[in-house]
């Protein structure tokens, strides 16, 4: 059963149920975009998925849960529909949801966001200044430059459950529909590197990997 609707100024988002979460991977990323991310609190932020990556559990040398059952990656394994963060690089974090059912690691990494409000709050967030449309993609375009904007961090997001408006961080739908999608091998790897399993929408200014000049 879906949760009630929520009201915001930018659309009438509804928050995806625990069964969206509960399949492959690669299933849940390819129907993830155009779904909306909000944060809550202290402001409240909106923007549309528009690249995510596939990680298909204990089998993907890729994966954090090829690791098993570890207390880093115990959300993995846990109930689909919750956030797993983590620290990378030593400088950012990166988001992701737990997919598949309880005890079946696999997850859908968050590469791209097109904001649709709060766009002052995450350039506060990011330390940026926005002069014009062509800066709007350094907020979001990039799993860590989203996480700052957002204001993840493992300490205060993992575990969250992003299927529950009672959350401070929940994905829900409105009434777009995705346009074009492509796919590619992920990025940024070195193990199955060649695996299909990067998804966006084709010709989006957000998605990741573009010319955008440095913060």
């Known amino acids: 059963m879906r949760n009630s609707s929520i009201s915001t100024q930018t659309a009438l988002i509804r928050p995806l149920d625990r069964a969206f979460f509960c399949r492959d991977p690669r299933r849940v990323a390819r129907e993830l975009l155009g779904k909306v991310l909000v944060r809550q609190d202290p402001a409240r932020l909106t923007a549309r998925i528009v690249e995510l990556e596939a990680y298909l559990g204990e089998k993907d040398p890729a994966a954090h849960a090829a690791a098993g059952n570890?207390?880093?990656?115990s959300v993995l394994f846990g109930p689909p529909g919750h956030a797993y963060v983590y620290f990378i690089y030593g400088n950012h974090y990166c988001l992701n949801v737990s997919c598949e059912p309880e005890g079946q690691a696999g997850c859908v990494l968050f590469r791209a966001l097109e904001p649709l409000s709060g766009i002052d709050e995450m350039a506060r967030a990011r330390e940026i200044e926005i002069r014009g449309p062509q800066d709007v993609p350094k907020l979001t375009s990039g799993p860590g430059r989203l996480c700052e904007a957002f204001g993840i961090t493992r300490a205060r997001d993992n575990g969250c459950d992003l299927t529950s408006p009672a959350s401070n961080l929940w994905i829900g739908e409105d009434e777009y529909r995705a346009p074009s999608i492509r796919v590619t091998p992920r990025i940024g790897i070195t193990?199955?590197?060649?695996?299909?399993?990067?998804?966006?929408l084709e010709g989006n200014l957000f998605v990741s990997g573009r010319k955008i000049p440095p913060k």
Do not use: E, M
Not at 70 to 73: E, G, K, P, S
Not at 191 to 200: E, H, I, N, V
């Open 70 to 73: 570890t207390a880093r990656t």
């Open 191 to 200: 193990k199955a590197a060649d695996k299909p399993l990067r998804y966006f």
